[in-house]
């Protein structure tokens, strides 16, 4: 079992940055794939990106971070970063992180994954 725990949002401006920490607890923490998705007021909870299992880091990203945010593991601290850099005020959500077992395309699908966080609330002001 893991246990997931985010921290690190809050309000910034529109261009700003935020550095997301996703603190895991399990004696597997390095076998699982983690991922970030977020929830936005009204709007259904989407995948914003994921890393692999394995210590080399495999990323994949949705299109509408590319280029913005960066995801990465330090299996040694059990904790996922999530780099947000050129915030915009549709990245206003609350972002949660979650694990699995499992990489490829299925990493996109909220069903896929067996354990979450609480969430942490992102805004980004205009």
């Known amino acids: 079992q893991v246990q997931l725990v985010e921290s690190g949002g809050g309000l910034v401006q529109a261009g700003g940055s935020l550095r997301l920490s996703c603190a895991a607890a399990g004696r597997t923490f390095s076998s699982y794939a983690i991922s970030w998705f977020r929830q936005a007021q009204g709007r259904e909870r989407e995948f914003v990106v994921a890393?692999?299992?394995?210590?080399?880091?495999?990323?994949y990203y949705a299109d509408s971070v590319k280029g913005r945010f960066t995801i990465s593991r330090d299996n040694a601290k059990n904790t996922v970063y999530l780099q947000m850099n050129s915030l915009k005020p549709e990245d206003t959500a609350v972002y949660y992180c979650?694990?699995?077992?499992?990489?490829?395309?299925?990493?996109?699908?909220?069903?896929?994954?067996?354990?979450w966080g609480q969430g942490t609330q992102v805004t980004v002001s205009s």
């Open positions: 979650a694990a699995a077992q499992i990489w490829g395309p299925a990493v996109v699908r909220r069903d896929e994954y067996y354990y």
């Open positions: 890393i692999s299992s394995w210590s080399s880091g495999n990323t």
